[in-house]
């Protein structure tokens, strides 16, 4: 997983211009946040920085649905910290049926350098299901209008949704991947506390997308996008007060989700690597140090589930002189 370096200032405006109510959605649990962001927080949270070459993000909302006065007041209060240096860019995240040429003229002009865009899928009927309110044609014309207005392109979607399957998620993974954006977010489905999704699922009209679930799909998700050269820059829900006491009824939420996933693509890798090892052999798998306990998984489960499944005696890692996601069997001393 692709971890950019860039230092970015989130800022939260809390399901602000969304005209649709998704099924799954609590932007208020899901940011830690409840009041609206002014450009009085703008100004504050800028003013307080640091060093220069920060980029300022609006998250959480839908940046372009606001009203015009709206955006162009938080736009506004960026613009003295991009004269000085303060701030490289600004980003913004939105619905893709929000987007059109007059937004993205306004956005360039107010320094916006990157657009998020909230796909969730590619399926019509998981989108109708989960109440977004917009088709994956919306979505495809979006990412257009995005690159072709010369921004930085970022997708995100959800598996596990309702009415989605393994398969349609990897089919979602793989029509994102055809719209060319410079990285992806993928966020499993997670239960919010007195969202409709948990009364589905109290009712049992929903099956609960777990963390095993989800832990499984993204490990073949992730190789995905890795071989089509697109940077997964977030796994899973970063974790907020809200989610962690008492927000999750249900669903793929653990506040270690990436490392979850990683964990298993290394085990799938070293599976592969094995393939053809003989029962009660004894062997050492090296690893660049970085991705020692990765490869070695959580209380070394992954390295009990390699010796079970191949009879093998032992089987240990070391951190070796290797490229950052090679995997090597070495010679046992």
């Given at each position: 997983?692709?971890?950019?370096r860039?230092?970015?200032?989130?800022?939260?405006?809390?399901?602000?211009?969304?005209?649709?109510?998704?099924?799954?959605?609590?932007?208020?649990?899901?940011?830690?946040?409840t009041?609206?962001?002014?450009?009085?927080?703008?100004?504050?949270?800028?003013?307080?920085?640091?060093?220069?070459?920060?980029?300022?993000?609006?998250?959480?909302?839908?940046?372009?649905?606001?009203?015009?006065?709206?955006q162009?007041?938080?736009l506004?209060?960026?613009?003295?910290?991009?004269?000085?240096?303060?701030?490289?860019?600004l980003?913004?995240?939105?619905?893709?049926?929000?987007?059109?040429?007059?937004?993205?003229?306004?956005?360039?002009?107010?320094?916006?350098?990157?657009?998020?865009?909230?796909?969730?899928?590619?399926?019509?009927?998981?989108?109708?299901?989960?109440?977004?309110?917009?088709?994956?044609a919306?979505?495809?014309?979006?990412?257009?209008?995005?690159?072709?207005?010369?921004?930085?392109?970022?997708?995100?979607?959800?598996?596990g949704?309702?009415?989605?399957?393994?398969?349609?998620?990897?089919?979602?993974?793989?029509r994102?991947?055809?719209?060319?954006?410079?990285?992806?977010?993928?966020?499993?489905?997670?239960?919010?506390?007195?969202?409709?999704?948990?009364?589905?699922?109290?009712?049992?009209?929903?099956?609960?997308?777990?963390?095993?679930?989800?832990?499984?799909?993204?490990?073949?998700?992730?190789?995905?996008?890795?071989?089509?050269?697109?940077?997964?820059?977030?796994?899973?829900?970063?974790?907020?007060?809200?989610?962690?006491?008492?927000?999750?009824?249900?669903?793929?939420?653990?506040?270690?989700?990436?490392?979850?996933?990683?964990?298993?693509?290394?085990?799938?890798?070293?599976?592969?690597?094995?393939?053809?090892?003989?029962?009660?052999?004894?062997?050492?798998?090296?690893?660049?140090?970085?991705?020692?306990?990765?490869?070695?998984?959580?209380?070394?489960?992954?390295?009990?589930?390699?010796?079970?499944?191949?009879q093998?005696?032992?089987?240990?890692?070391?951190?070796?002189?290797?490229?950052?996601m090679?995997?090597?069997?070495?010679?046992?001393?």
């Open positions: 997983m692709s971890t950019p860039a230092r970015i200032v989130p800022l939260f405006i809390p399901h602000a211009g969304c005209p649709h109510d998704c099924v799954f959605c609590d932007q208020r649990r899901i940011s830690g946040q009041a609206p962001v002014t450009a009085a927080d703008v100004e504050r949270t800028l003013s307080a920085l640091t060093g220069k070459g920060y980029e300022l993000a609006y998250y959480g909302g839908s940046f372009t649905a606001l009203p015009v006065e709206e162009e007041s938080l506004d209060a960026a613009q003295p910290f991009l004269r000085d240096g303060t701030l490289r860019a980003r913004v995240s939105t619905r893709p049926d929000a987007i059109d040429l007059s937004a993205l003229v306004r956005l360039r002009a107010a320094g916006v350098e990157t657009v998020e865009l909230g796909a969730q899928s590619m399926d019509d009927a998981v989108l109708r299901a989960g109440g977004r309110g917009h088709g994956a919306d979505t495809e014309r979006a990412a257009r209008l995005v690159r072709d207005g010369g921004f930085h392109l970022i997708l995100q979607m959800m598996t949704l309702p009415g989605a399957t393994p398969e349609s998620d990897l089919d979602t993974a793989r994102l991947i055809a719209l060319r954006p410079d990285g992806v977010r993928i966020y499993p489905t997670v239960i919010l506390r007195d969202t409709p999704l948990e009364a589905l699922w109290k009712s049992g009209r929903y099956r609960e997308h777990t963390v095993e679930d989800a832990v499984s799909l993204c490990a073949r998700l992730l190789p995905l996008f890795e071989a089509a050269g697109v940077p997964v820059i977030r796994l899973g829900l970063n974790p907020t007060e809200g989610l962690s006491r008492g927000g999750v009824v249900g669903g793929a939420y653990h506040p270690a989700f990436g490392e979850l996933v990683l964990s298993r693509v290394w085990l799938e890798r070293a599976r592969r690597l094995l393939h053809g090892a003989q029962p009660g052999e004894r062997l050492t798998l090296g690893v660049c140090k970085n991705r020692i306990s990765q490869l070695t998984g959580q209380g070394r489960s992954n390295l009990r589930a390699l010796e079970t499944e191949f093998l005696a032992s089987l240990r890692v070391v951190g070796v002189d290797l490229p950052d090679e995997l090597r069997v070495m010679q046992d001393t």
